[in-house]
């Protein structure tokens, strides 16, 4: 059943809550959670004349939807078509994987290139977003260094220009939520600290930044690392490097490809043992090829080979983002850590909307939040996905 109604319920479902987990209902009412009820299936029934519309949950999860943060393309599209009709095909995609919210992420390129991403983000906002939302913009690049360029395109990499940052912000206030840089480049540190003062989160990432460049930076403001293991510089016994920081600094969020492929399981578990348990973020990097078959594709006009599940430069074999969804991650953790499905999905959802601001309106399943919500089953399949109570995603039934 489609809902669309701007009241509905759904009950006898397992409510993945940011303290436990309960069955029982949830009521929206105009786009917004109205009650969370913590009994059985009669109960909900009773209180069933509240909503027009209600739906089984059959015994499956219902959690927040997930945000992400670092997210290319996906569908056969890249954000850096700067079009809508690639924005709906990466939003509608990515929806029915269970996110509800996502940042549009750019690539190392010309500045034109950048703003067009820019003009076309901001225009899509103006109007309803029929599937995920964009909450903005993540600029990966093009301030990185020259050593871990990753599948960024080198003949575009700079120094920090942050007179571009503030001519973007001027011009498109609240549509740049995060950029992501290396903290060790000239002009970095006064570019970390304009945009603090901004409210933009500043990330390390693609750097060769040693332990002390990375310290410095947090002190100017820095509070993320992007895909923490790769394109950075590693962890050595007496120069703890970018790793090092990150993993120690309680101030910087880490970012996690949680595939398999970008880190190991075990790696995995490292940063979640380091870390307090709001500063991790589960991302995707996901391409365009993410959910699609294996071939040639393209990531900021070069060449990616994708086979067995793996996305790599077609010339140096580097890993170029990946084909991970949100829902993959969540099963992933779920597999490979002792994690509970209330701590995985602050790692999905509740600390991605902390670090952008967002966490008094989504992110968890609270009374009065909007009801970003996606049910996924048994099996950890998303069965239906939700938007400020509208449906955007619903599973062909059998």
Same mark, same amino acid.
């Given at each position: 059943? @489609?809902?669309?109604?701007? $009241?509905?319920?759904?009950h006898?479902? $397992?409510?993945?809550?940011?303290d436990g987990i309960v069955n029982g209902s949830v009521f929206v009412q105009?786009?917004? #959670?109205?009650? #969370?009820?913590?009994?059985?299936?009669?109960?909900?029934? $009773?209180?069933?004349?509240?909503?027009?519309?209600?739906?089984?949950?059959?015994?499956g999860w219902l959690l927040p939807g997930f945000i992400d943060v670092h997210v290319h393309g996906g569908f056969g599209a890249d954000f850096m078509d700067a079009s809508r009709e690639s924005? %709906?095909?990466?939003?509608?995609?990515?929806?029915?994987?269970? +996110?509800? =919210?996502?940042?549009? +992420?750019?690539? &190392?390129?010309?500045?034109?290139? /950048? !703003?067009?991403?820019?003009?076309a983000v901001a225009d899509y906002r103006s109007s309803e977003m029929p599937y995920a939302a964009l909450y903005g913009v993540h600029l990966e690049g093009p301030f990185i260094s020259e050593a871990w360029p990753g599948a960024q395109n080198p003949a575009y990499i700079k120094t920090p220009q942050l007179e571009w940052m503030q001519q973007w912000h001027a011009k498109w206030p609240d549509l740049?939520?995060?950029? &992501?840089?290396?903290?060790?480049?000239?002009?970095?540190? !006064? +570019? /970390?600290?304009?945009?603090? !003062?901004?409210g933009i989160v500043t990330a390390c990432g693609h750097t060769d930044a040693v332990y002390e460049e990375v310290i410095a930076a947090a %002190?100017? =403001? *820095? +509070?993320?690392?992007?895909? @923490?293991?790769?394109?950075?510089?590693?962890?050595?016994?007496?120069?703890?490097g970018t790793l090092g920081a990150v993993l120690t600094d309680d101030r910087i969020v880490a970012e996690l490809i949680a595939d398999g492929i970008h880190v190991h399981p075990a790696a995995i578990r490292l940063v979640l043992a380091a870390k307090p348990s709001d500063k991790v973020i589960l991302i995707t990097d996901a391409m365009a090829a993410a959910g699609m078959p294996e071939g040639e594709y393209s990531l900021g006009g070069l060449a990616v080979i994708v086979k067995n599940g793996e996305a790599? *430069?077609?010339?140096? $074999?580097?890993?170029?983002?990946?084909?991970? @969804?949100?829902?993959?991650?969540?099963?992933?953790?779920?597999?490979?850590?002792n994690l509970s499905l209330s701590e995985i999905s602050r790692l999905a959802s509740g600390n991605a909307a902390k670090q952008l601001g967002i966490s008094?309106?989504?992110?968890?399943?609270? =009374?009065?939040?909007?009801?970003? *919500?996606?049910?996924?089953?048994?099996q950890m399949q998303v069965q239906q996905t939700w938007a400020q109570g509208r449906s955007i995603y619903e599973a062909k039934q059998a």
């Amino acid at each position: 059943m @489609t809902l669309n109604s701007a $009241n509905w319920f759904i009950h006898n479902v $397992n409510i993945v809550l940011e303290d436990g987990i309960v069955n029982g209902s949830v009521f929206v009412q105009d786009g917004k #959670i109205a009650k #969370i009820v913590a009994q059985d299936d009669n109960v909900a029934a $009773n209180e069933a004349s509240d909503a027009q519309l209600s739906i089984d949950g059959k015994g499956g999860w219902l959690l927040p939807g997930f945000i992400d943060v670092h997210v290319h393309g996906g569908f056969g599209a890249d954000f850096m078509d700067a079009s809508r009709e690639s924005f %709906d095909t990466i939003t509608k995609f990515h929806a029915s994987q269970g +996110t509800t =919210g996502m940042l549009a +992420t750019t690539m &190392t390129a010309p500045k034109e290139a /950048i !703003e067009d991403v820019l003009h076309a983000v901001a225009d899509y906002r103006s109007s309803e977003m029929p599937y995920a939302a964009l909450y903005g913009v993540h600029l990966e690049g093009p301030f990185i260094s020259e050593a871990w360029p990753g599948a960024q395109n080198p003949a575009y990499i700079k120094t920090p220009q942050l007179e571009w940052m503030q001519q973007w912000h001027a011009k498109w206030p609240d549509l740049l939520r995060q950029l &992501t840089l290396a903290p060790e480049k000239s002009g970095a540190i !006064e +570019t /970390i600290a304009w945009l603090a !003062e901004q409210g933009i989160v500043t990330a390390c990432g693609h750097t060769d930044a040693v332990y002390e460049e990375v310290i410095a930076a947090a %002190d100017a =403001g *820095l +509070t993320q690392a992007v895909h @923490t293991y790769n394109a950075m510089r590693g962890l050595h016994h007496r120069e703890p490097g970018t790793l090092g920081a990150v993993l120690t600094d309680d101030r910087i969020v880490a970012e996690l490809i949680a595939d398999g492929i970008h880190v190991h399981p075990a790696a995995i578990r490292l940063v979640l043992a380091a870390k307090p348990s709001d500063k991790v973020i589960l991302i995707t990097d996901a391409m365009a090829a993410a959910g699609m078959p294996e071939g040639e594709y393209s990531l900021g006009g070069l060449a990616v080979i994708v086979k067995n599940g793996e996305a790599r *430069l077609k010339d140096g $074999n580097a890993l170029a983002g990946s084909c991970l @969804t949100m829902i993959g991650a969540v099963r992933f953790i779920h597999e490979h850590t002792n994690l509970s499905l209330s701590e995985i999905s602050r790692l999905a959802s509740g600390n991605a909307a902390k670090q952008l601001g967002i966490s008094d309106r989504t992110g968890t399943i609270t =009374g009065g939040k909007q009801a970003d *919500l996606v049910w996924i089953d048994s099996q950890m399949q998303v069965q239906q996905t939700w938007a400020q109570g509208r449906s955007i995603y619903e599973a062909k039934q059998a």
